[in-house]
């Protein structure tokens, strides 16, 4: 089975903290995915990677950065965090060979204060 | 832009079928997803349309018409189990999807 961690199921941060969201997964996946989730929006996407080193970003990548040194692991960065990144973070992988299917980590609520 | 579409909540009763309907407009189009996410915890994936016509999986079923943008997510012999938010999902470009707001089901007795 697929296994996609992430370093924290809950997280409480002041205001002006860099923030580390830590995500790994165990299946060779070649692409990784962060979004956050908040009711009535859905999921949007952050970041996502195709490959190491490289990262694309997605609809709402402003007061993010990510960082992808190894193939199983990437993560997410919260430079300066603010109280409107109080959300639930979730980690997702793919192998993007035909199957597209993506896999999810079981989410950090982060609560920024 | 994108822009995917579903309705935010539906209500239905336990052993009948209920239909969850998905609209999207994106910028090329790669396949369309279904995902199942219970309170708490995370998406769990259900089904994958690329071409036009019905996939059947068990109780669940989808269809997709590229077309006219369409997708619907089909639940059969509901169960109290399935109380749960269904997530429709297109892949625009390879490996970039995007999520709708979700519909959270109601199953009740």
């Known amino acids: 089975d697929v296994k996609v961690t992430q370093s924290s199921r809950y997280l409480v941060k002041r205001t002006g903290e860099k923030v580390f969201l830590e995500c790994v997964q165990d299946m060779d996946h070649e692409n990784m995915f962060w979004y956050r989730q908040d009711p009535g929006l859905g999921l949007r996407l952050i970041y996502f990677s195709y490959d190491v080193k490289m990262k694309e970003k997605g609809d709402i990548p402003e007061g993010y950065s990510v960082s992808r040194e190894k193939k199983e692991r990437f993560s997410l960065i919260l430079e300066s965090a603010s109280t409107n990144q109080t959300s639930m973070y979730l980690c997702?992988?793919?192998?993007?060979?035909?199957?597209?299917?993506?896999?999810f980590g079981p989410g950090t609520r982060l609560t920024v204060t | 832009g994108q822009n995917i579409d579903q309705p935010t909540e539906m209500t239905a009763t336990e052993g009948a079928i209920v239909q969850i309907n998905c609209t999207y407009q994106t910028s090329g189009f790669n396949g369309l997803f279904w995902y199942q996410q219970h309170a708490g915890e995370a998406p769990t994936f259900l089904s994958y349309n690329v071409l036009d016509g019905l996939e059947e999986k068990g109780r669940f079923s989808s269809f997709l018409s590229r077309s006219k943008g369409y997708s619907y997510l089909l639940l059969k012999e509901l169960q109290m189990k399935d109380s749960a938010s269904y997530l429709c999902?297109?892949?625009?470009?390879?490996?970039?999807?995007?999520f709708g707001a979700g519909t959270r089901l109601t199953v009740k007795p």
């Open positions: 997702a992988s793919s192998d993007g060979t035909g199957s597209y299917e993506q896999y």
């Open positions: 999902a297109v892949m625009a470009n390879n490996n970039d999807m995007r």
